[in-house]
RNA sequence: GCGGCUGUAGUCCAGUGGCAGGACACAGGCCCCCCAAGCCUGUAACCCGGGUUCGAAUCCCGGCAGCCGCACCA
């Protein structure tokens, strides 16, 4: 028996949303091509979040390389730790974990831990054959920049990235001021070792992120009350050790009782749920599920995934949404030796008492000579306590000097202090959106029996659906196909994608469309040819109104932008 | 990566050493006054590579892909 997941993927297939590449040659695993449809709807999907992420929101978006070069995967820790150490026995071919052969070790390179296998003797635990080299498995595909092999590149394995390595032309960009937001949507890679479930792990897939930069001491939102009582389906970490299910809970009342670490945390989690849900996730499938300390990245400071309920995969992540704290900025900073920090102006100047210990060179110089700077080096860090004797003993290499209280002066001055430079904390959600669109089309998917037939409809959201409005002439009759082009002509000059189809039978026409998630359908009939008006039928009811010619395009376009629903269009024209 | 099962038109299935078939879908036409059901015609497939054989979709070996389990999944 067909499950769910069959289903979709029989439409999806057939219909042109989704195809496996290089199908030709045998295909591969991991790999997925967008049809026609498939694209159409990704791109309304990807408009969608812009939508909500760039527009209302106002984060700006970046573009970045594919292609990093070695230092960023470097800085990053991606080429450390997303690579395992991997020796092959010569003798049985078994692959084993270098590092895990040896003992206590860690974090050294390869050719290291190649060394020490051949040095200490170890033979492969299997058969006791000898060892080959040790070789790296890295989840990053690789490849070369130029000619020639000594200029290594990566392809990203996530677009974060891109945004860190920009973080002083973007800070400069907002005005040198946190907190501020960059978004990037494009493509990501990982070559897993063996991906399985369709498109819900890809070697090569799409990311939407956010990098939402904020002061460390400062993570309260200040929109918060937008959602504050906002019921959100939630599953803590402690909840999950003891095996309970998510909870419905007040998204305040999470924040406050710490269960959620912060504002802005909170607020990303109900922005990314209010986003899945007018996608057109089924609510009732949804939950944010908090890492367990386990699996959270050794530098996130709380990390909750949206995760969607599936037929056949069960629970799947479809965003993952972390505090990665200074992480990643400090990593880069450390790695080129730029001062990527922000500097924060205090609400008021702090006023502050610095203690400057002057040392008379004139007198010590003479004293000491080629040492003195040591010397006066080694008073001015001494307690100041020390520094009011009369005389002052300090030790240098091993030897003391005395000095004269007399050549030490200290003076006391108050400053004003404006502010300080600190570096920022990233809150980055991320969003999968494969899985989503995988995830919308399951949810979307509905079968029901008319007459004895099954009809299988995608009910997909207006503004997601590739195909959003068709024209069909009740039949294929001259006098009625030139007003239906007539229509079509409209609707596409006002902008919509809109599709033209007068085969067969109408029924069979409105069958074709449901299954494509075509939420609207425009029949020209007899009396279209009498007084001018059409009729929209709408694909979730099948009910129809009649709806003067004239007024086509407003119609349409309220229907997509879903500024209107068929509830409405009852209320205001004929219903039929 | 390891083990099990599977691979035939777009889809689902039959064919198991001797001309590759059906249903649905699709295309063209007829028909059709609102929900896949009528008629005619047409397009369309043996996963890839090697071997055995006079002859392989069928038997054997290898690869690839899919499903299930294990492993992997910062």
Redesign the pocket.
């Known amino acids: 028996m067909?499950d769910l997941?069959?289903k979709v993927m029989?439409v999806a297939?057939?219909r042109g949303f989704l195809w496996?590449s290089f199908e030709i040659?045998?295909?591969?695993?991991?790999f997925y091509d967008y049809g026609p449809l498939g694209t159409g709807m990704k791109r309304r999907l990807e408009s969608f979040w812009r939508r909500i992420y760039c527009i209302e929101e106002g984060f700006h978006e970046i573009e970045t390389t594919l292609i990093g070069i070695e230092s960023v995967f470097d800085a990053s820790?991606?080429l450390k730790?997303?690579t395992?150490p991997i020796v092959v026995c010569k003798k049985c071919g078994e692959?084993f974990r270098a590092d895990h052969l040896l003992d206590g070790v860690r974090d050294i390179s390869i050719p290291e831990i190649d060394k020490l296998v051949k040095s200490s003797g170890v033979v492969c635990p299997a058969c006791g054959g000898e060892l080959g080299d040790v070789e790296e498995y890295n989840?990053m595909f690789s490849t070369h920049i130029g000619p020639g092999s000594k200029r290594r590149g990566y392809l990203r394995?996530?677009t974060a990235q891109g945004i860190f390595t920009n973080f002083e032309r973007l800070l400069r960009f907002y005005g040198g001021k946190l907190p501020f937001g960059i978004v990037q949507i494009g493509k990501a890679f990982?070559n897993?070792?063996?991906?399985?479930?369709?498109v819900i792990?890809l070697r090569e897939f799409t990311q939407a992120e956010l990098e939402l930069f904020v002061h460390p001491n400062d993570k309260k939102h200040p929109n918060f009350d937008r959602f504050s009582s906002k019921r959100i389906p939630l599953l803590p970490a402690p909840n999950q050790i003891k095996g309970e299910d998510a909870v419905e809970m007040k998204l305040k009342d999470a924040v406050e009782n710490g269960i959620i670490a912060h504002e802005v945390l909170g607020y990303h989690i109900a922005l990314c749920w209010d986003f899945l849900i007018r996608a057109g996730l089924d609510p009732k499938k949804l939950r944010f599920r908090q890492h367990l300390p386990e699996?959270m990245?050794?530098y996130a400071a709380d990390c909750w995934d949206a995760e969607a309920l599936t037929e056949?995969?069960g629970w799947i992540e479809l965003v993952g949404i972390a505090d990665r704290t200074d992480y990643d900025i400090k990593a880069h900073a450390l790695k080129s030796g730029k001062e990527l920090k922000v500097f924060c102006e205090y609400k008021k100047p702090k006023k502050k008492t610095i203690v400057d210990v002057r040392v008379d060179m004139g007198k010590l110089g003479p004293l000491f000579k080629e040492e003195s700077s040591k010397v006066a080096d080694a008073i001015k860090k001494l307690p100041k306590e020390e520094l009011e004797k009369d005389k002052i003993k300090v030790e240098v290499d091993g030897k003391t000097f005395e000095v004269d209280g007399g050549v030490v002066e200290v003076v006391q001055r108050e400053i004003e202090v404006k502010g300080e430079k600190v570096t920022p904390h990233v809150v980055e959600p991320s969003f999968g959106i494969d899985r989503i669109m995988y995830t919308l089309l399951e949810h979307s998917y509905y079968e029901d029996f008319?007459?004895?037939?099954?009809?299988?409809v995608l009910k997909l959201r207006p503004k997601l659906a590739p195909i959003p409005i068709a024209v069909?002439p009740?039949?294929?009759?001259p006098e009625l196909i030139d007003p239906a082009k007539k229509i079509v002509h409209e609707i596409r000059k006002s902008g919509f994608m809109c599709e033209y189809d007068?085969?067969?039978?109408?029924?069979?026409?409105?069958?074709?469309f449901?299954?494509i998630g075509t939420p609207y359908?425009i029949?020209?009939?007899?009396?279209?040819l009498e007084d001018d008006t059409?009729?929209i039928?709408?694909r979730d009811t099948?009910?129809?109104v009649?709806v003067p010619m004239k007024e086509i395009n407003k119609v349409v376009h309220n229907l997509i932008l879903e500024t209107w629903n068929f509830e409405k269009m009852r209320e205001r024209y004929i219903n039929?």
Do not use: W
């Open positions: 067909a997941y069959e029989d297939k057939r496996p040659y045998g295909g591969s695993a991991g820790g991606h730790c997303f395992d692959a989840l394995p996530e990982r897993e070792i063996s991906p399985r479930q369709g792990r699996e990245a050794h056949r995969f008319v007459e004895g037939e099954i009809r299988k069909l009740l039949m294929s009759k007068e085969r067969g039978f109408i029924g069979k026409r409105y069958r074709r449901d299954e359908c029949t020209t009939d007899y009396q279209t059409v009729t039928r709408d099948m009910r129809q009649r039929i």
